[in-house]
Structure formats: C-alpha cells, structure tokens
C-alpha cells in the first residue's frame, strides 16, 4: 500500500471528524448569541464534508491502480481533534486545526504524492490545503472581532443587516433590538454584499 493512500486515508478521517466537530460547534455558537458563526460553522462542515468526498474518490481510484478490491480497509494509525467547549474555544480549536491542515498536513502529503508520480493527487491536494487556509482566516477574523469587542461596535459607521428580517441600519453598532422584528442586536452582521 502507498504511503498517499495512507495519506488520504488520515485526510479522509481528518475531514469527517471536522465536519461533524463543526456541525457541534454551529449549534454552540447560536447558543452562544453567534447566529452569523453558527452559519460559518454550517458552511464549512459542507465545504469538510465535499473534501472527505473528493479524498474518498481518490482513495478508491488509487486502490484500483494499487490491485486492491473496493472493500479492502485502509489501514492508518491518526489523531482525534475532541474539543467541544464554549464558541471561543471551539473557534480556537478549529482555527488550530485548518492552519495544520494548511501549514503542514496537506502540503506534506502532497510532497508524497509527487514523490511517488501521483501528480493529479498531489494538485487536488494542495488545493484543499488552500480551502482549508481560507477556512482559518475566516475563523481567525471572527475570533479577533469577539476578542476586540468590535463585532457588534466599529469605529467608522457601517451598514448592519438584520439577518432575520433584512432591515439595514447604518452606525457604529447595530440598533440594540431590531425595530422591523425585535430580534436583539447579535443577529445583525456587517452588510458584505459583492456579486
């Protein structure tokens, strides 16, 4: 068995678990007053759960190149990322785990793939490694907004969209509950609006 079909055998496992890490982590963070967060976390765990797909794809492409039947296991020794906590440890978690997964894990086994003339493979997986550093920036700017005390306060006016009812207000921060709908001021999130 090639070590890349070890490899994406740990990156598969990789990416289940944080799906589902993040699928957690969405309901903790509406729990926790984040309802653009808990989104984010959505998102992501649909963005985990395509590149588990793509890995596993690969993995039973690279088994039939190596004479192996669909059913045999690939067999791997990986680690368990097992943090639930509070939102802000969650993202810390998380955040931790996308910059592995950009800084080390995919470029290395990307390095092992060309070594061993899987070039396609190698390119899918430096792709993903650039997802998941897109993943990490986008937890980091949250984190730093929560840390900052500027998530819902800014220093300039901007515009605030209710994200229950769409209502736009313009300030430094959101209107303390909602005047369309009465929802409090943690459902509004910065209008970034670019199509």
């Not at 045999?72 to 998380?94: H, M, Q, S």
């Not at 937890?139 to 006016?157: E, I, N, V």
């Amino acid at each position: 068995m090639s070590e890349t079909l070890k490899n994406l055998g740990k990156a598969f496992i990789g990416e289940s678990q944080a799906r589902n890490r993040y699928t957690y982590y969405s309901k903790q963070a509406l729990k926790d007053n984040y309802p653009q967060l808990s989104d984010i976390f959505e998102l992501t765990a649909n963005q985990e759960k395509e590149h588990a797909k793509q890995l596993l794809l690969m993995i039973n492409e690279l088994k039939t190149k190596e004479n192996m039947r669909p059913s045999d296991l690939v067999l791997v020794e990986t680690e368990a990322n097992t943090t639930f906590a509070d939102t802000k440890i969650n993202l810390e978690a998380a955040i931790a785990g996308e910059l592995h997964e950009t800084n080390s894990m995919y470029p290395d086994f990307a390095k092992v793939a060309q070594a061993e003339g899987l070039v396609e493979i190698a390119g899918k997986l430096r792709a993903i490694g650039l997802a998941e550093k897109h993943h990490a920036e986008r937890y980091q700017k949250f984190l730093d907004g929560m840390r900052s005390g500027t998530l819902w306060k800014k220093s300039a006016p901007v515009k605030w969209i209710c994200r229950e009812c769409g209502y736009e207000h313009t300030g430094t921060e959101p209107p303390k509950v909602c005047p369309a709908c009465k929802h409090d001021y943690w459902f509004y999130q910065v209008k970034c609006e670019e199509y």
